[in-house]
């Protein structure tokens, strides 16, 4: 409890639940804070911490479906060996591949036939960034940190 009241600056006792000078309720009112410190170790280990990343499958034949990404390269195409398997004619057998880099996840095209498109771009390598729109065949996939 403050010893001063926050609106006429007059002393007021602990166990005061008002200002005995004029009126103000002291319970429940917001209270002063101090902000945290932080060192410079901590501050760099913050920055340095990867979001967790979905690709959503928004269109194509397994709208719905969502491949969580983590902290391994993961291989995206229509052979059954991909760790995202995308069954579809128009994906390449290994079509991409996402992986995480310092900054979040990088998705690169990895030769396919018709390509990989961010935000109807074609992209050779791209970082992502929070609801960018992946085009892979006939799929549709939205990027989202959670």
């Known amino acids: 409890m ?3 009241c926050p609106v006429c600056n007059n002393p007021v006792g602990p166990e005061d ?15 002063r804070f ?14 340095k911490t990867k979001p967790t990343a979905v690709l959503h499958v928004v269109r194509g034949p397994q709208t719905g479906v969502s491949f969580k990404l983590g ?6 195409g229509r052979s059954p060996q991909c760790d995202i398997f995308l069954n579809d004619m128009t994906v390449s057998r290994t079509h991409a591949s996402v992986e ?8 690169s ?9 961010v935000n109807n771009n ?9 609801g960018d729109v ?8 939205v990027y989202k940190e959670e």
């Open 134 to 141: 992946v085009q892979i065949g006939a799929f549709c996939l």
């Open 2 to 4: 403050a010893n001063v």
């Open 17 to 31: 639940s008002a200002c005995p000078h004029c009126g103000f309720k002291l319970q429940g009112s917001t209270q």
């Open 100 to 107: 995480p880099v310092d900054s979040g996840y990088e998705i």
């Open 71 to 76: 902290d391994q390269k993961l291989s995206i």
């Open 109 to 117: 095209d990895e030769a396919s036939f018709n390509g990989v498109w």
């Open 34 to 47: 101090a902000p945290l410190q932080f060192g410079e170790d901590q501050l760099v280990a913050a920055a």
């Open 122 to 130: 074609s992209i050779d390598t791209y970082l992502l960034a929070d």
